[in-house]
């Protein structure tokens, strides 16, 4: 099982890699440049925001989740293995909210959920 895990891992990893560089390479750039955006707060400035935002979240889940299946995959067997997830998970939700106030430029409120969950977790795991 071992093994299996980190196989997995290392595969989450690539293929978070691969889609944010490839979505940012081949579908956000193009989708970006059409002039037929929804218009929130007076410009399609915030939608932009918001679709890039929305597109790296998910890389920056995967990322999360790969580290969740390398804490499972039994190399990290001395740790506490629950405080060390709790650890990524707090650590993931807290890139979320980062992401979500640097593309959104704070204006999607999501960052205050992302915020929250990432201060209980990071509580519970001390």
């Known amino acids: 099982m071992m093994s299996l895990l980190l196989v997995s891992s290392i595969l989450t990893v690539l293929i978070a890699i691969a889609h944010s560089w490839l979505g940012e390479k ?8 059409r002039d037929n955006l929804p218009k929130l707060f007076g410009r399609d400035t915030f939608t932009k925001h918001t679709i890039r935002f ?5 890389t920056a889940a ?13 190399y990290f067997s001395g740790l506490f293995i629950s405080r060390a997830i709790l ?5 993931t939700f807290f890139a979320c909210a980062l992401l979500s106030i640097i593309f959104t430029r704070g204006r999607h409120l999501s960052w ?14 001390f």
């Open 26 to 33: 081949y579908i956000i750039i193009r989708l970006l440049r």
């Open 54 to 58: 929305a597109w790296h979240l998910t």
């Open 62 to 74: 995967w990322l999360g989740l790969a580290a969740v299946q390398l804490l499972l995959s039994g």
């Open 87 to 91: 650890i990524a998970v707090g650590i």
């Open 112 to 125: 205050i959920i992302f915020l929250a969950v990432s201060i209980l977790c990071l509580a519970a795991s």
